[in-house]
């Protein structure tokens, strides 16, 4: 299984996000608790505060078991220096993406400082993972937009469009060759119908592990556990939490392949 939405501790923000400090063998065991043989890794300090300083804390974290851990890094588009900080996270530190949070960052989809970013995570073989369900400036339709804009740069909603926009994220990732939906806060009726009915290859799965005031993240555990009652078969099962994020992030984790 791999969990497409985790998250690094809150070691200076202190937000109203934050939960328990853990380091990577607390992380380690939390996986191996929920039955999760590798994580996608999100910044949690870099979306209130972007700087350099983040995205190498979050490097040096998955760094601590490469084989099990994916780091996304992040920039705020309209900050001096963000296209070069993106090629430096690919290009120094090794990320394997770039997650942006436009609703807590306060920028729109629809900016046009956002295409050299894409264009340079395009050509590193980058991931864009974006916070979505949240309006005014999260919502499906908007990433979706971005995505259109760079067709060969594959870009996944965060959140499956949480309760609200649920049904415009399966309507969006149904008609959007190069996006992708993860589940991550979806409600179980609309994750349910998501899996049902979006293309072939276009879901995957997160916990949003990491925010907990527990280093072992028990609400992480639980929702590991809820997907058995999702009523998934188990081509479904296997394709949401192993083939399709294998698909997406190659041979980043080709140990699990």
Request: with cysteine; hydrophobic share 40%.
């Amino acid at each position: 299984m791999i969990d497409f939405h985790t998250h690094t501790p809150a070691w200076r923000t202190g937000t109203w996000l934050g939960g328990a400090e853990f380091g990577p063998p607390e992380f380690l065991a939390f996986l191996d608790s929920a039955g999760i043989d590798a994580a996608v890794l999100l910044a949690h300090d870099g979306l209130f505060n972007a700087t350099r300083e983040s995205n190498d804390e979050l490097a040096a974290f998955a760094a601590a078991d490469p084989a099990r851990m994916v780091g996304f890094g992040t920039v705020h588009p309209r900050h001096p220096g963000a296209v070069e900080e993106t090629r430096r996270c690919f290009a120094e530190l090794g990320l394997g993406g770039l997650k942006l949070h436009p609703w807590l960052q306060g920028f729109s989809m629809h900016e046009r400082v956002l295409d050299p970013i894409c264009e340079v995570v395009t050509e590193a073989g980058g991931i864009l993972l974006s916070h979505d369900g949240t309006p005014p400036y999260s919502t499906p339709a908007q990433i979706a937009a971005l995505a259109r804009r760079h067709p060969t740069l594959p870009v996944v909603l965060g959140h499956g469009g949480l309760h609200d926009c649920w049904r415009e994220a399966l309507a969006v990732t149904c008609e959007t060759a190069n996006l992708h939906l993860c589940l991550c806060g979806t409600p179980p009726y609309a994750a349910r119908r998501i899996v049902a009915e979006a293309p072939p290859g276009k879901v995957v799965f997160g916990t949003d592990a990491g925010l907990s005031d527990k280093a072992g993240q028990d609400y992480a555990v639980a929702r590991v556990a809820e997907v058995e009652g999702w009523g998934l078969t188990e081509r479904q099962r296997a394709d949401l939490l192993v083939h399709n994020p294998l698909r997406l992030l190659g041979d980043r984790l080709g140990r699990l392949r």
